[in-house]
């Protein structure tokens, strides 16, 4: 149902209609399954990458010049990339590891290439937030550095590295719905192919509901967590 | 009674947008064993890069620092890790794991020794009676009070059973009256463990109350050294000057330093 032979309260009316929920459903599902999946690559490689760039920071635990201005500059390159390009240049190496370019999988790959540079810039904030005395006092009770990392830094800064995060898992889920123009199907995908090409408007308001929703529980549960962790700690 | 710290000809020097800033321009100290020794600096003097160097956080460019006999620059970094566990620290900013609760913090150093739990809490529940802090071990840092912090501060630098404390400006960002409470705490436990207490600081009043021996440090030298008692009442001596200034000005603003000692001993007492 199109906005431009129907009133609008007529659209918003069929976008709640069975029909089309039918066909929202498993793109809904397909738009979790790569944010999740997606989230959970950037959280292991997002870490590793902003732990590096702390940890051999000039001022860092182990200070490495080097490999610091390197890994640096390969973030960089990779962050400015805008995402469709990233989908694009991903597109090979998604048919060499799944023998096509299209689907959620396909995609999943060229969504991290976007998203650990990102995330690990977010990490690499949010670790050297720590209040540098914590860390001298660490060292001076005798702590290794491996001790240091996972005893004191991360811990320390664990709530603002989640809300990091769950900014970046937002930026997946919109990373998603532009990678849907790319065969990577999704809740972008039914807005483009219905709400776009097809003036279906309806189908287009069902999938702002779904993102909506979606991002909103996402920041909603990322705040609970993290003021849950400040209260706790009495630090709010 | 032999020496704990023995410095010798410490030099350090920090090189920042291409000029270069001797800090420590040669310092020796020897500090006896069990002794509470103070050394007085104002800002610059160099007081934290010494407190850093005794325990190597800051490397020094020439110089010895002599621990218990061992010269801690030989050290490999295995080792040093070790004898930073024989020596506590106790900060200014108190520098407490907010992420960890009172007994976590103090559990801390035992923790990363690999001390079996049961050992752990032993130590933990004896150390916190000590500090007077048996009731606050579940709360978080950030719950408690600039004292309460300082004697979480003290009891995690003293689990380890170090032969040496550190003290950089420990009293620093407390009132009069908590200062002199944590200062009574150290010399109790001075006087219980034997441990050597070495405290730098810019209050002369913490000094005179708590040392016995002292170190004056101006511009990255060691310019007075000797019994706390002789250098405050000679006054011919930079700190002896330097005090009776102090006491002047105090005066006229009709607060006594020895009356506001006697008031917080008093206070404490009623509490």
């Known amino acids: ?236 | 009674m032999s020496d704990s710290i023995i410095i010798r000809g410490l030099k350090k020097s920090f090189t920042s947008h291409g000029s270069e800033t001797e800090v420590l321009k040669g310092i020796n100290l020897s500090i006896k064993s069990g002794e509470i020794f103070g050394i007085i600096g104002f800002s610059g003097a160099g007081k934290s890069t010494l407190a850093r160097c005794i325990n190597r956080l800051e490397t020094p460019d020439e110089g010895e620092v002599i621990i218990d006999g061992v010269n801690i620059l030989s050290l490999s970094k295995k080792e040093l890790l070790k004898t930073r566990k024989k020596i506590g620290v106790i900060f200014q900013n108190f520098n407490l794991f907010e992420a960890k609760t009172v007994y976590k913090n103090i559990a801390y150093p035992l923790k990363i020794s690999g001390i079996s739990r049961k050992e752990r809490d032993e130590k933990v529940r004896k150390i916190a009676e000590l500090v007077g802090l048996s009731d606050k071990l579940d709360a978080y840092p950030a719950g408690l009070s600039g004292g309460q912090k300082q004697r979480v501060g003290i009891a995690r630098a003293l689990i380890n059973d170090p032969d040496i404390l550190l003290s950089d400006e420990a009293t620093s960002a407390l009132d009069p009256q908590t200062t002199l409470q944590i200062l009574d705490l150290l010399k109790e436990i001075n006087k219980k463990t034997g441990i050597t207490i070495l405290m730098i600081t810019h209050e002369l009043d913490a000094i005179r109350y708590s040392c016995e021996r002292m170190a004056v440090l101006e511009e990255g030298q060691i310019i007075e050294s000797g019994d706390v008692d002789e250098i405050f009442s000679n006054p011919s001596s930079h700190t002896g000057k330097l005090f009776s200034k102090v006491f002047k000005q105090l005066q006229t603003k009709e607060t006594d330093s020895r009356k506001f000692i006697l008031y917080a001993n008093n206070a404490r007492k009623v509490i």
């Not at chain 1, 009316?13 to 793109?27: L, V, Y």
């Not at chain 1, 995060?165 to 123009?181: D, K």
Request: aromatic share 8%; net charge positive; proline share 4%.
């Open chain 1, 1 to 236: 149902m199109s906005l431009l032979d129907n009133p609008f309260w007529l659209v918003v009316k069929s976008s709640f209609s069975a029909a089309i929920w039918k066909e929202i459903f498993p793109s809904t599902v397909d738009t979790l399954y790569m944010t999740l999946i997606a989230s959970l690559i950037m959280l292991v490689g997002g870490l590793l990458l902003g732990l590096l760039l702390t940890v051999t920071n000039p001022d860092g635990l182990i200070p490495v010049k080097i490999p610091y201005h390197a890994i640096g500059w390969f973030a960089n390159v990779l962050r400015s990339l805008p995402e469709m390009i990233m989908i694009i240049l991903m597109l090979p190496l998604a048919r060499l590891i799944f023998g096509h370019s299209y689907g959620s999988n396909s995609c999943i790959i060229a969504i991290s290439a976007s998203c650990i540079p990102m995330f690990g810039r977010l990490v690499e904030s949010s670790l050297l937030e720590i209040d540098k005395g914590k860390i001298e006092a660490a060292k001076s009770i005798g702590s290794s550095n491996r001790q240091i990392i996972f005893e004191i830094l991360i811990p320390e800064t664990l709530p603002s590295l989640i809300r990091n995060y769950t900014s970046a898992i937002i930026t997946i889920v919109s990373m998603t719905a532009l990678a849907g123009n790319f065969g990577a199907g999704g809740i972008g995908d039914i807005a483009v192919r219905y709400g776009y090409q097809r003036f279906m408007h309806d189908k287009l308001f069902a999938c702002i509901y779904v993102l909506v929703i979606l991002v909103m529980t996402i920041q909603g549960s990322g705040n609970l967590i993290s003021k849950g962790i400040l209260r706790k700690r009495h630090l709010v």
